[in-house]
């Protein structure tokens, strides 16, 4: 047995004498000598602290704050007589909590609800559900904000009813419910605006912008976008105008004006950094990284999706964490690091069914069968596509149709059932034109020339290729620029314009290469070598 040293025997005989003559005091004895304790470390730091503030008021941070759990268990300790003290200092601690991001923030606001009564006691249950989202709890942040809609909904306060309401709707939209989500925000919205609260109003006019977005009303979501910002800026809101202006830029890019995307990005991150929205700010980040990554700049691309995943983790926003670590696997595959994409996917999936998120698992799933066609496991891809596809058909995110369908249209091309990736494809144009997503378009138009080609449809396949790289030109989608360059010049070995084919590889090759897109490069060189042998020509590219 260890030696124990003099001064840890000392220590230990004074805790426990010191534990003993506390359980010795009579209880009134020992709430008094919790009551003493409470007032003099309050005095200590400073005297008692201002009451929290009101709903919808600005927190002012007080020298208790750090030990205000402390002070509220002196008072629980001390007895009824303190219990106005107990609440006041459990709200700072919650408060303090949620200022540094502390991950058992959601137990302080649920101990004051316990404590609470009508409204105060609903506030305290959304605050809960709130803290129980941003820690990815997505079931029992729901039962929550559900409860203290009823807590509000007795005590007739129809705007802390908006609010509970607002952020049930929140927690819809973020685990793919987006009927449920689109329904429930219209009537905070109304409910807002009724009862004069025109930045909650704002607010969630800006969520149902992005609800139009994935569900491919673009036109719908601009308008809804331009009354939320106006909204905001009639308030002098920065946090509002930070999310509304990353959210066009996010509309803006996908629709291939990426000039005036980055100029927003660049807004949003101002006004959210002024307004000290953490969370939101790592949200833009990875949006404004996606930017990037269709781009072709992945350096760029890779250093804000870091940059991200550092705020997401920092937070405990582990939705977005995982959102990021599915775009960071699109990377990987892109820049040929196969051996660290798959992984990464799969850890992006099981991070959304931690959290409940349907949307971000069919996410991950897609681009995870995207990279599954470009390693030829085509079984894997076609179950994990046609997985995604029942979940953005039943919350009518044709966006993500559209994606999924064009994934099984080049499995059904590549096992050379060219009738039915026909149809595939077709489907799939029909989901990208009606969401506006052009870069898609575009990519689903190279699909088909392919197709056509493969096929011996050779008018069909130029016209195709044709339109495909007007499209990537007009969107600046240089990957799928590069990547229908190079099967174009297929199609002019195909016609024996072997000159034609030679201009057309070379073009494609360079793009790509510029981009250092290894994955796309292979496999566009192993379909050009079998070509070539076909047509019994030299390789097209000079380093083979």
């Known amino acids: 047995m ?13 805790a426990l004498l010191r534990d003993a003559a506390y359980d010795l005091q009579l209880p009134a004895d020992r709430s008094r000598l919790h009551e003493l304790a409470f007032h003099l470390i309050e005095a200590a730091f400073g005297g008692r602290a201002p009451d929290p503030p009101p709903p919808d008021g600005r927190f002012v941070p007080h020298a208790t704050d750090d030990i205000a759990l402390e002070l509220c268990r002196h008072a629980q300790a001390a007895g009824e007589h303190l219990v106005d003290s107990r609440r006041m200092y459990l709200h700072r601690a919650a408060f303090h909590a949620r200022r540094n991001w502390h991950k058992d923030e959601h137990l302080k606001w649920r101990e004051l609800a316990e404590i609470s009564v009508g409204g105060k006691r609903g506030e305290a249950l959304r605050r809960m559900s709130a803290a129980l989202a941003r ?25 802390l009813y908006g609010w509970a309401m607002g952020d049930l709707a929140v927690l819809y939209m973020d685990t793919g419910r987006y009927e449920l989500a689109e329904k429930t925000m219209a009537e905070t919205a109304s409910i807002c605006g009724e009862a004069g609260d025109r930045r909650t109003q704002g607010e969630m006019l800006g969520n149902l912008a992005g609800i139009y977005h994935a569900t491919g009303r673009h036109t ?3 308008q809804t976008l331009e009354q939320s910002l106006a909204i905001h800026r009639e308030l002098g809101n920065a946090n509002g105008e930070g999310v509304d202006f990353g959210r066009l830029a996010l509309l803006k890019d996908q629709t291939g004006q990426h ?18 929205n953490r969370k939101m700010e790592g949200c833009t980040l990875g949006n404004w990284g996606n930017a990037f990554l269709v781009t072709g700049q992945y350096e760029r691309a890779e250093q804000l999706y870091r940059q991200a995943l550092e705020i997401h983790r920092e937070v405990g926003n582990k939705r977005f964490e995982s959102m990021v670590l599915g775009n960071l696997a699109i990377l990987y595959q892109y820049t040929g690091r196969t051996e660290l994409a798959e992984p990464t996917y799969l850890k992006a999936i099981a991070g959304n069914q931690e959290l409940g998120d349907a949307h971000g698992v069919a996410s991950a799933r897609g681009n ?12 894997g891809a076609e179950r994990a596509a046609t997985s995604a596809l029942e ?5 009518r995110n044709r966006r993500g149709e559209g994606h999924v369908l064009q994934i099984l249209a080049e499995v059904q091309s590549q096992k050379h059932n060219y009738a039915e990736a026909e149809q595939l494809y ?30 011996g449809r050779h008018d069909e396949s130029l016209k195709a290729f044709t339109e495909a790289i007007e499209v990537a030109v007009a969107v600046k989608d240089r990957r799928g620029e590069g990547t229908a360059n190079c099967r ?3 199609l002019y070995l195909a016609l024996a314009d072997v000159q034609s084919a030679r201009d057309r590889w070379q073009r494609g090759e360079s793009i790509l290469k510029e981009l250092g897109d290894t994955l796309a490069i292979t496999e566009v060189t192993e379909e050009m070598r079998r070509s070539c042998e076909t047509a019994r020509v030299a390789p097209l590219n000079s380093d083979t």
């Open 391 to 395: 979940h953005y058909r039943v919350s």
């Open 488 to 490: 174009f010049a297929l």
């Open 426 to 455: 077709n489907l799939a144009m029909a989901a990208h034109r009606e969401a506006d997503h052009r870069r898609a378009i575009g990519s689903t138009l190279t699909g088909l020339a392919w197709l056509y080609l493969k096929s």
């Open 259 to 276: 000039e005036e995307a980055a100029g927003l990005y660049e807004q949003a991150i101002i006004r959210l950094r002024a307004a000290g």
């Open 2 to 14: 260890p030696q124990l040293s003099a001064e840890h025997a000392y220590l230990f005989r004074h």
């Open 220 to 222: 719908l979501a601009v």
């Open 135 to 159: 820690s990815g709890q997505t079931a029992l942040a729901e039962e929550a904000a559900l409860e203290a809609m009823t807590e509000q909904q007795k005590a007739g306060d129809r705007r």
């Open 368 to 379: 995870l069968a995207v990279l599954y066609t470009q390693t030829e496991n085509l079984d």
